[in-house]
């Protein structure tokens, strides 16, 4: 915590600390330079006095290439080079403290620059200062501290360089782990939405037809308490018999949702809803007082489970709408074709009541069949609201 926090102190102040080593830095070269040398002689046996200007340019281009190398890296590196050269020329010697301010300018910049352009500039630099050593040194082309430098100068740019590399590859692995723990949360922000809305579309689909059986057998009941109580025992039986089947299904539910062990819904111990328990679902309704018109063609066989599932919802949906908004007779056709199943359930519309696709059973029986791969269309036609749903043969499930 403690380190973070000063890095981040001294990126944001990356000058001032440039400039107070440029400072610190060029002070203490002169001091070294001056009182170290007993004889009062520089290299070559140059006499100090007589390279006052020479001192006096290269420390104020120190200071200001090193104060300042973080934002000219590449103008620094050539200002150095040019003033080394001019140096060169004028007194015959390289001058040591444009040496070392040259090798950590370069640093700086092979470290902020591409590869190809840092090895191009500092080539071209490196290239001039040889030129420039051997044309107007003291010691010619071969000598060794002509080769030393060279050699120093391609050191120093390729150890920056191989820093930057690895500085490079350690971001991108940081980026992809960003990334990746960024699709990981936005994966699991998908589930749990694609989750929740599951469990809605299921609370809707095991409540809404029962909670409509009990809502007519209750009225019956109310309706021939006085003239016929004989009559009150069945229909109450039948509303106790729904009201155990919500309760059992929204046990399931909740048992799921209280769950550890990460299972969805179609995982609960209740038998499989499917086509197989069609006529149980028919005759529920039948026992509530609708009377539906079921027709079947096709060779009949097993479904996928989601498409199973699905077809039985959507049947469970469309006939509980034609209950609640119909005159008391539906018709239900379920076709297997080829490669799909076809639903299609339609009433006549009472007068009145208020259309069929209203609410969110509707939009679960959408859900339902896209999430199969397939389709359900639904929509008044006259005085008659109809329901086609077509779903594929093998399961083509998709979020």
């Not at 080829?338 to 009541?353: E, G």
Request: with cysteine; aromatic share 8%.
């Amino acid at each position: 915590m403690a380190w973070g926090t000063v890095r981040a102190w001294t990126r944001r102040h990356a000058t001032l600390i440039d400039t107070v080593f440029a400072v610190v830095f060029v002070g203490l070269f002169f001091m070294g330079y001056f009182f170290g040398d007993s004889d009062g002689h520089g290299p070559r046996g140059i006499a100090i006095a007589d390279s006052g200007p020479a001192h006096a340019v290269a420390g104020a281009t120190a200071l200001f290439a090193l104060a300042a190398r973080r934002r000219w890296p590449a103008r620094l590196l050539v200002f150095d080079t040019a003033v080394s050269v001019g140096i060169m020329v004028a007194t015959g010697y390289r001058h040591p403290l444009l040496i070392v301010t040259w090798l950590i300018v370069a640093y700086t910049f092979a470290r902020r620059t591409p590869r190809r352009r840092a090895w191009l500039v500092a080539g071209a630099c490196i290239a001039a200062m040889f030129l420039a050593a051997g044309a107007f040194g003291g010691s010619g082309w071969v000598a060794p501290d002509n080769f030393g430098f060279t050699a120093w100068a391609i050191a120093m740019v390729a150890i920056a360089d191989a820093a930057r590399s690895r500085r490079a590859y350690i971001d991108e692995v940081e980026e992809r782990a960003r990334r990746a723990e960024a699709t990981r949360e936005e994966e699991a922000r998908r589930r749990v939405a694609e989750e929740r809305l599951r469990i809605a579309r299921e609370l809707h689909d095991v409540v809404a037809h029962h909670i409509a059986v009990i809502n007519v057998q209750a009225g019956a009941a109310a309706h021939v308490l006085q003239t016929r109580p004989e009559a009150v025992g069945p229909a109450l039986a039948h509303i106790r018999r729904a009201a155990d089947t919500v309760m059992q299904e929204l046990g399931s539910v909740v048992g799921v949702l209280r769950g550890d062990d990460g299972g969805g819904l179609d995982e609960s111990t209740e038998p499989t809803r499917g086509l197989a328990r069609l006529a149980e679902l028919l005759d529920s309704f039948a026992a509530a007082g609708l009377q539906v018109e079921h027709r079947q063609s096709g060779t009949v066989r097993d479904l996928p489970a989601v498409v199973d599932l699905a077809a039985y919802r959507i049947v469970q949906e469309s006939l509980t709408n034609a209950h609640k908004y119909g005159t008391g007779r539906a018709r239900l056709a379920i076709t297997y074709a080829p490669d799909a199943v076809q639903i299609d359930v339609d009433n006549a519309i009472a007068k009145d009541a208020e259309p069929n696709g209203s609410g969110y059973g509707l939009v679960g029986m959408r859900e339902r069949a896209a999430a199969t791969g397939g389709t359900v269309t639904a929509g008044a036609e006259g005085d008659r609201f109809a329901v086609h749903a077509e779903l594929p043969a093998t399961a083509k499930e998709t979020p």
